[in-house]
């Protein structure tokens, strides 16, 4: 498709579990960014990709994130042994340069629901 | 670090009506301001932008303006209209950093009423 695209949309986990969430950037776009965003709140800044490059994971909560762009396209977010409080819906953005600022492409978003 | 502050929170207007949303910034280095629309399940969507050489944008129903010395920008939207309604989000950036990350404020809900 042309968009940002994530999979799944909807994820639900047992307090332990581990999650993977997909992002598939548009094509071509160099620039890829993470973001977290609880329920009323605004997108909260995880970590940033420029082609496979992890150049900014400042945002990351904690050691149980891990991000990963291996061939400067796809990229998945891991979480590990998942907390309640990482209940959020988890948005890829992309954009088509990797410098300066400008336009971020966002997805829909996965919704991950802790238990 | 950057901190982005929005108000109102909640915004209810007749239809017709303008809609005034308002933010602030805190890093004096930042230089582009955009303002996403969110709707219920969606992704954020840019529907506009300022950068700081520039005080004010227009774009059909919405216009924004920017005020550096004060270090705040507001979005105005005139005749709303029902399909206005969503969540709008402001957001900042600078160039440098972790090359135009965007800080988001926490967001205006708008009910436009028919």
């Known amino acids: 498709g042309a968009g940002v695209s994530q999979s799944p949309r909807y994820k639900v986990a047992k307090r332990g579990q581990d999650v993977a969430l997909r992002c598939d950037p548009i094509?071509?776009?160099?620039?890829l960014f993470w973001y977290q965003q609880a329920l009323g709140q605004g997108p909260e800044f995880l970590t940033y990709f420029q082609n496979e490059a992890q150049l900014d994971k400042s945002g990351l909560p904690s050691d149980r994130f891990f991000a990963e762009r291996p061939e400067g396209s796809v990229s998945t977010l891991k979480i590990q042994r998942t907390q309640q409080e990482d209940s959020a819906v988890y948005l890829c953005?992309?954009?088509?340069?990797?410098?300066?600022?400008?336009?971020?492409?966002f997805g829909e978003g996965s919704r991950l629901t802790v238990l | 670090g950057e901190n982005v502050e929005q108000h109102p929170s909640t915004l209810s207007v007749q239809e017709g009506d303008s809609a005034v949303i308002k933010c602030t910034y805190s890093?004096?280095?930042?230089?582009?301001f955009p303002w996403y629309k969110q709707e219920l399940g969606k992704g954020p969507q840019l529907i506009i932008d300022i950068r700081s050489n520039v005080g004010e944008k227009k774009d059909q129903r919405i216009a924004v303006t920017l005020n550096k010395t004060a270090k705040h920008f507001s979005m105005h939207i005139t005749e709303t209209q029902p399909e206005d309604s969503a969540v709008y989000f402001c957001?900042?950036?600078?160039?440098?950093?972790?090359?135009?990350?965007?800080?988001f404020g926490k967001g205006t809900k708008l009910s436009v009423k028919p």
């Open positions: 953005a992309s954009r088509i340069r990797g410098e300066g600022t400008g336009e971020l492409f």
């Open positions: 890093d004096s280095a930042s230089n582009y």
């Open positions: 094509s071509g776009h160099v620039s």
């Open positions: 957001a900042a950036s600078r160039r440098g950093g972790s090359q135009g990350n965007l800080i």
